[in-house]
């Protein structure tokens, strides 16, 4: 619960900073002029004069006028004394257009002793329910939000290919805060999670996944130590094993191949004596003689080669080393960006669950799963209507590491 409060008052305190202003006003009547007047208490002591006006009826009912706060209009009971049914009525100071109408009958019947307008039951709007398993719920009163433009904000759909329940946000991007993007589809297709994307698309029958920087230039991704990436439920991890047990057999090998060319050399140096003693003892054997040293010098340039090739091997042994060392290192990196890609969906489908109502406070909890990664999201939203009539929607989410905060304004 203190994790909750801790993400409300930041929230509230964004609502506090747009909620229209506040002000004070009085109406009093000028004995020079004979006319009434609305002024404005200033927070410095000081009063401004907004308008002067004049009853129909020349009077007044305090106790029965009052100020509405959904509109911000004042609304003050003409006392009616000779005048027409017609022309009785409210006579109502408009503060975002510094304007008197009188005559108004929004409410306005005689016999009442008090009038209470823009009375809403909040039950309308969201309530406390009990679900089919007897879970506590919350439950709001549409299944569609609506922006004042006309356009669906969040709304409840039907999957097209298997006829499955749906939420469907009215747009393609998710942006946080500070402005940056956390989710968005591209014209392409394409799904970029953050603003410097993780990115995964169908492409020919293949989900592509990678990542791009913020010139848009792929880049590598790590997948960090402590997690495990499986592939068909198989640990890369341990495939890796047999790839390790492969390279110790090779410098195996390579350490004897190493052992034969020590051989090899000694040998050499074996039938170079041989061959001066065969040249010595053979004098009368010319031509077997010339025999033995074109084979003599043929079995140098073997040796040359044989060396050649050890170090050829040793070479390979070690880039094979490193090699090795490159697969488990992407096999971790893999597996990280699984599990916080899966946890990041997550957060963004509990976030998604939340709505928000149209008018005064709403708070929502949603719950989203991906890949076997578990998210709870949490909203406030907050919807009102400014002095001049327009709307506004205040709305934010948060999921683990995942914030989001919107507003919107219709004029």
Known sequence: MRHLLAFLFPVLISVSN??????????????????????????????????????????????????????????????????????????????????????????YQDGYQATFQSVLKIDDLIMNDVDTSGDATSVIGSDQLIGASGSSIIASGTDSTDGTATTVIGSNDIVGADGDTLISKESDGSIHIGEDSLVTIEEAGVQQLYATDANGDSIDINIKEGTDLLLNGVSVSNSLGGITTNATNISTNTAGIATNSTS???????????????????????????????????????????????????????????????????????????????????????????????EGFSIGIGHGTFNGENALGYGLGYGGQFKNGSRFKLRASKSGDANGVGITISF
Do not use: C, H
Request: proline letters at 1%; aromatic letters at 8%.
């Open 18 to 107: 747009f909620a229209a202003e506040t002000a004070t006003y009085g109406v009093k009547y000028n004995s020079t002029d004979l006319k009434n007047e609305v002024w404005r208490a200033n927070d410095d002591g000081s009063e401004t004069l907004l308008k002067q006006f004049v009853f129909p009826s020349g009077g007044w009912i305090t106790a029965k006028s009052f100020a509405d706060d959904k509109t911000g209009k004042l609304f003050l009971w003409d006392s009616g004394g000779g005048l027409s049914d017609s022309e009785k009525g409210f006579v109502v100071y408009d503060p975002a257009t510094n304007s008197i109408t009188t005559g108004v009958k929004e409410g």
């Open 264 to 358: 090899i050399s000694t040998n050499t140096a074996g039938i170079t004596t041989n061959a001066t003693n065969i040249s010595t003892n053979t004098a009368g054997i010319a031509t077997n003689s010339t025999s033995i040293s074109t084979n003599t010098a043929g079995i140098a340039t073997n040796s040359t080669n044989i060396s050649t090739n050890t170090a050829g091997i040793a070479t390979n042994s070690t880039s094979i080393s490193t090699n090795t060392a490159g697969i488990a290192t992407n096999a971790a990196v893999i597996e990280n960006l699984r599990s916080s890609y899966s946890s990041a969906i997550a957060s963004t489908v509990a976030m998604g669950q939340v709505e928000i109502a149209d």
